[in-house]
Structure formats: structure tokens, C-alpha cells
């Protein structure tokens, strides 16, 4: 065996399982065996009788667990064999999320030092993020059964380096969509937890004969969702985005968001030019002396300056429009008439290339009974159990539709 494998595979044991790997060549007769554990090498190529004792203590690497000896042997053989091509079938049995990326990187460093090609099946996120980590080319292939046949979407190479070099999918739980059903991509970490909890409210009747596997994600924003929706859809990942009535306030963030979704944004610009139109034309512009006394009468609670004791100010400083006052109302807060109609179309519109936004303003607006906003009123809706009863009937009924739209059978 050669001594710089014996090395290296020594050195993987140890990062993945904070033990050592020894090559006992003195096992007798013209059996070698692998020993797990720590022991200085000997001194000579002809060991003394005590470092034979210590070393026959140290216990047989296939006495060990599943996932050590299953790892183990793995890469003993892919190391060591001459194969040029090898089938390797969910090398994450028995590992730990953090061991099954590292292995995922280790196959694919050495296909790339080896030249050799392997053909990975896989259930694990943590090893495609492993694999994507490695030097090695991928081509990522997401098959999805429908009835009695498989469809497979593929990804080449440039295609998975391309995506692979974004931070969004590279920090986030993206990749988990590739062994889900579907994904719905909300604004922010609180959407998804309310939306998961009105999904858990749901019976399977509701929805379709078999409650589909959905993974809720988050994308910091806005104007970074249009990224997840392009890098799912590339792998042909059903995926739906949920997002507040202001998402329409952006052109730039919402023709982004409809092209990754597969619309054309010009068939959307012409009723958003309506909506807008009508929104900025309402904005409230102020007189001097009004601001001077508004802003006047603001800093008389103030006693100390902080964020916080001024947040008054800025609100006296603040030039409100169409759009500030929508943000809660949704539909409800546009001017009737052409604009109306223009609005009611742009959702309907959106919503049928699974872009839905909340015709009531914010998720909040949806369970109006609670104050506060984000964090804190998700946290007092889920206490008070409120999702569960009739006050979450309006978010259920909106996201059923959700539903609908990307769940397996729905049209």
C-alpha cells in the first residue's frame, strides 16, 4: 500500500471522526487490517513485541460503526481501485449531516486529481453541497416520477458553476428543494414560519390525495427572490413565491421576479404603469411652515438622542404617497376605477406564473387581531394559537391557492 494513501486516509478519519486509521501489516499471514485509533509508528521496519501488543488493543475498523466503516471503505476502495468509472449509491447512510458534505467533497476532489468519473445517486443536500465544493465538473440530475415515469432534469456543468457562485444558494437551504415536492419562497424567515404553520393547518383533502413535501425558504428581501425562483427552476423545481402587495411598488425588483418565473415582464408594464401612476399621484406634499411645525413639535418629546427617540422626526420628515398607505391596506387602499382594475389584473396575472402576493397588504394584515410586526407578532399568533381557529381562515384560503398552484396533480 502506498504510504502517502495511508496518510491521507489517516488524516480523513481523523477530520470526520476524530480518530486515526492505521494500516496493521503485522496481523499475520497474508491478511493486512485496519485498526482505529491513536498509536505512534514504530521506530523500525521490525516493531518490538510491546508496540505489537499496543496495536493488536486498537479495535478493527469493521467492528466500528455503520457510518465509519461504511465511509471508510468507500473511499478505501475508490483510493485504491483502477476502476474508471464507479457507482456509488447514497454514501450518506449512517453519517452525520457535517460528515456526509465532507464526503460529498471528497468524491469529488478525487475524481478530479484521479480522472475518473463517478455516478452519484443521492436523498442528502449535504452532499451535492459537498460536491459542489470539490474542483471536480458536476452535472447535477434531479429526477421526479409522475406515475410511472421519470423525468429528469439536468444541469450541466456551467450551469451548476454558474448557480453554485451565487451566496444565496451557496448559504442557504436552496439546494434542500432538489428532494422536495416544491418550494415557496418567502420575503423573510418569519413568512416561512407563518406559512408553514398555515400549510400544517391544512388537510390533505384540501390540498390533493397526498400531502405534498414543501420547503419554505427565505431570501433576505425583495429583490433577491427572483434569484431562488431562477436557480430551482433550473432544475425544474416547482416552486411558487409568496410576497407582500408592495413587491408591485419596485418595477426593476418585480420585471426581475417575473422574467425568473418565466413571464414576459412586458405584458405586465402596461397595468403596473396604471397602478403607479395612479399610487405616486396621490403622494401628500406638505407646505414649509407645515413641516417646520411638524417637525417642531416632534423634538418636544425628545430628550436624548437616540434612533429610537427620533423616529418621530423622521416621520414628520416623511413625504407620504399612494404606495406608503397600500403597504397595509393591499387592494383595499387603490383608488377605484382604472387603476383598480389594473391592480386586480396584475395579481391575477402574477399569480398564474405562481407569483402570490397578498392582496390584503403584509402578512401581518392577515391576522390583524395581533400588533407588532415580524418576529414578535409571529410569536404571539403561534402562542395564541390563532392560525388554528377561524382568525387564520383568511390565510388559509390564500394559501391554499398556493397550494394549488405548485402542488403534484394541481393544475
Known amino acids: 500500500m502506498r504510504q502517502d494513501l ?31 485509533g491513536e498509536l505512534a509508528p514504530p521506530n523500525s521496519s521490525r516493531p518490538d513485541q510491546k508496540y505489537l501488543e499496543e496495536l493488536r488493543e486498537l479495535p478493527l475498523l469493521h467492528t466500528q460503526g455503520d457510518g465509519m466503516r461504511s465511509m471508510m471503505g468507500l473511499l478505501l476502495n475508490l483510493m ?32 478530479s486529481e484521479s480522472l475518473r468519473t463517478i455516478f452519484l445517486s443521492t436523498h442528502s443536500s449535504d452532499v451535492v453541497h459537498g460536491v459542489l465544493e470539490g474542483s471536480a465538473n458536476t452535472t447535477v440530475v434531479r429526477l421526479r416520477r409522475q406515475g410511472n415515469t421519470n423525468e429528469a432534469a439536468v444541469l450541466d456543468n456551467d450551469a451548476v458553476r454558474k448557480l453554485w457562485s451565487d451566496p444565496l ?7 434542500e428543494g432538489l428532494f422536495t415536492d416544491a418550494v415557496v419562497v418567502c420575503e423573510s424567515d418569519a413568512d ?43 432544475a425544474s423545481v416547482p416552486v411558487a413565491v409568496v410576497g407582500d402587495f408592495d ?3 419596485d418595477w426593476p425588483t418585480l420585471s426581475r421576479l417575473v422574467k425568473s418565473a418565466g413571464g414576459n415582464p412586458l405584458d405586465f408594464e402596461p397595468d403596473w404603469r396604471i397602478l403607479s401612476g395612479a399610487l405616486t399621484a396621490k403622494a401628500r406634499t406638505p407646505s414649509v411652515i407645515g413641516m417646520k411645525e411638524a417637525v417642531a413639535k416632534a423634538f418636544e418629546a425628545v430628550t436624548e438622542v437616540t434612533t429610537k427617540s427620533l423616529a418621530p422626526v423622521r416621520e414628520a420628515l416623511k413625504i407620504e404617497n399612494g404606495w406608503d398607505r397600500v403597504k397595509n391596506t393591499g387592494l383595499t387602499g387603490v383608488p377605484k376605477g382604472d387603476a383598480y382594475l389594473a391592480a386586480s389584473r396584475l395579481l391575477d396575472g402574477l399569480g398564474a406564473i405562481h407569483i402570490h402576493l397578498l392582496p390584503v397588504g403584509e402578512m401581518e394584515d392577515l391576522v390583524p387581531m395581533v400588533s407588532g410586526h415580524g418576529p414578535a407578532w409571529l410569536a404571539e399568533v403561534l402562542e395564541r394559537r390563532l392560525h388554528e381557529g377561524p382568525d387564520g381562515d383568511s390565510a388559509r384560503g390564500f394559501f391554499n391557492e398556493v397550494i394549488q398552484s405548485i402542488a403534484p396533480g394541481a393544475e
Not at 489517516?10 to 482505529?36: P, Q
Not at 444558494?169 to 439546494?175: D, E, F, K, T, V
Not at 390540498?207 to 425562483?229: E, N, P, Q, W
Request: hydrophobic fraction near 40%.
Open 192 to 234: 416561512c414560519k407563518f406559512f408553514a404553520s398555515i400549510r400544517d393547518t391544512l388537510s390533505a383533502t384540501e390540498v390533493d390525495t397526498r400531502r405534498a413535501d414543501i420547503l419554505f425558504t427565505s431570501c433576505g428581501g425583495k429583490s433577491r427572490m427572483h434569484v431562488a425562483v431562477e436557480s430551482l427552476r433550473a
Open 247 to 249: 413587491v408591485l411598488n
Open 169 to 175: 444558494l451557496r448559504y442557504s437551504n436552496l439546494l
Open 6 to 36: 495511508e496518510v491521507r486516509l489517516n488524516g480523513i478519519c481523523r477530520e470526520a471522526f476524530d480518530k486515526g486509521l492505521i494500516l496493521d501489516t503485522w496481523a499475520g499471514g497474508s491478511s493486512w487490517a485496519l485498526r482505529v
Open 80 to 111: 485504491t481501485g483502477h476502476q474508471s468509472i464507479s457507482l456509488v449509491d447514497e454514501p450518506e447512510a449512517f453519517l452525520h449531516p457535517p460528515q456526509a458534505r465532507f464526503l460529498g467533497k471528497l468524491l469529488s476532489e478525487d475524481t
